[in-house]
């Protein structure tokens, strides 16, 4: 009889294989298709991105009708992307994949601009009213216009619900509260899930405003300590990129003889902790952004160029350069400590100073995803859908608070790539439906 070790050997196998031979050849194929019919948009509708920033900024604090203004839907979105995704997945990617994968992380961030733009586009174009002063939407509800039967979007929910019980980021932060302050795992176990099932009632519009205060101080930040490192670190930003690139096409052992060295395993890991660390494929950011006052699709999709460039592009990329200009990526350590021990090098208190980040961020991440969970369990069953909902999340979240990281990243992963594969195909299906912001059309005279 298979070991436990031995059945997640051939799991994390089958992870790789269909990351790497489906899910990757599926974004790329739909996002080359789509970035060639709407005149390469990552790069024609900056200026678009830049107005309808502005015009958001001057109406946050007004009084919208139906939903949540346009930043606080943003914000939700953002606030299941950049966090633990990214300092700690995108180490776990460096050790296995080697530094090549982040090049793959980022030929799938602009890959997947366009796809998550579709995906949003649709939710809104799709979603409905409900009886709460909002909007439901997400790939649930566009599904409908693709398959015959039902089944597919109710699985599509089941999924989606399991993947908003974050087990991983669930498990990383209760491990870091619990060694940095030394307490009792169990114990921070029970104060972190009756944090995430209280908090989480306020919805999306509760998670837009924490993550508002949350995020922007976590990136002013992180980039100014990340730059200090780059400026003063002896390994210059040429010879890391030359690393970068090299082992993306050549393959690098990660920690030693380990099967990471092969470029199949780079470009796996890179691909997804991409779409992880951006949620792209997942229908995530398309249930939260449905809920937004906008009332033209493009206009709410456009913020998903910003969300995946600042957290691919920026973040996750600011992350491998710490790491590997710091010669801390084959260290044998955990991953979510390898930035904490990077940084170190170069600042003191940050044994302190990550692990509450970690926490923060951690938790607004658990919010975000969370409350997605909980609109597509009411999707599936109004009445009692919340209920047994919160009945699984209780077992998930306690279950893998107690077994190895990578378990719970893993089974992630794997029901991460079956949302991509699923959404993916009915995007495909409703591409010609995927409009772009006309810059000659006046979207902002009604709000005026």
């Not at 530094?99 to 649709?122: D, I, N, Q, R, T």
């Not at 599509?156 to 908003?164: E, N, W």
């Not at 772009?436 to 979207?443: A, G, I, R, T, V």
Request: positive net charge.
């Amino acid at each position: 009889m298979a070991t436990l070790e031995e059945i997640v050997i051939y799991i994390e196998m089958l992870d790789s294989v269909l990351w790497s031979y489906l899910a990757l050849p599926a974004i790329v194929i739909l996002a080359f298709y789509l970035t060639i019919l709407h005149r390469i948009p990552q790069f024609t509708k900056a200026s678009h991105l830049v107005t309808v920033f502005k015009e958001a900024f001057k109406e946050q604090d007004q009084q919208v009708g139906r939903g949540i203004t346009p930043l606080r839907a943003l914000f939700g979105s953002l606030g299941g992307c950049i966090g633990i995704g990214n300092i700690v997945a995108i180490g776990t990617a460096v050790q296995i994949g080697g530094p090549g994968a982040v090049f793959w992380l980022w030929v799938a961030a602009f890959c997947g601009m366009v796809v998550k733009y579709s995906e949003v586009y649709l939710g809104i174009k799709y979603r409905i009213a409900n009886l709460h002063g909002s909007y439901d939407g997400g790939p649930m509800f566009y599904m409908n216009k693709v398959y015959k039967s039902r089944m597919m979007p109710k699985i599509f929910s089941i999924l989606l619900a399991m993947y908003g019980t974050e087990v991983y980021m669930f498990k990383v932060v209760s491990d870091s509260i619990a060694l940095t302050w030394n307490l009792n795992s169990l114990i921070i176990s029970y104060v972190l899930l009756a944090s995430v099932l209280l908090v989480s009632r306020g919805g999306v519009d509760k998670v837009g405003q924490i993550c508002s205060a949350i995020i922007p101080l976590f990136l002013t930040l992180f980039m100014g300590m990340s730059l200090w490192v780059l400026y003063h670190s002896p390994v210059s930003i040429i010879d890391v990129l030359t690393i970068i690139i090299t082992s993306a096409f050549n393959g690098h052992a990660a920690l030693g003889g380990f099967a990471g060295s092969t470029m199949f395993m780079a470009m796996g890991q890179g691909m997804a902790r991409a779409c992880y660390s951006s949620d792209v494929g997942s229908g995530y950011a398309s249930v939260v952004q449905s809920e937004t006052s906008q009332q033209y699709p493009e206009n709410q999709a456009i913020f998903e160029f910003f969300g995946v460039f600042v957290d691919a592009f920026v973040v996750s990329t600011l992350t491998t350069f710490v790491l590997i200009s710091t010669n801390v990526w084959h260290q044998e350590i955990p991953a979510s400590h390898l930035l904490q021990k990077a940084l170190s090098l170069y600042f003191n208190g940050m044994d302190y100073f990550i692990p509450f980040f970690i926490t923060l961020l951690g938790f607004s991440n658990l919010l975000a995803f969370f409350s997605v969970g909980r609109k597509c369990a009411s999707y599936l069953h109004p009445r009692l859908g919340i209920k047994y909902y919160y009945v699984y999340a209780v077992f998930a979240y306690l279950f893998f608070a107690h077994t190895n990281q990578k378990y719970a990243l893993l089974m992630m992963s794997i029901i991460g790539v079956s949302l991509l594969l699923i959404n993916v195909y009915a995007i495909f299906r409703l591409r010609n439906e995927v409009l772009m912001p006309d810059l000659n059309k006046n979207y902002f005279r009604r709000n005026h």
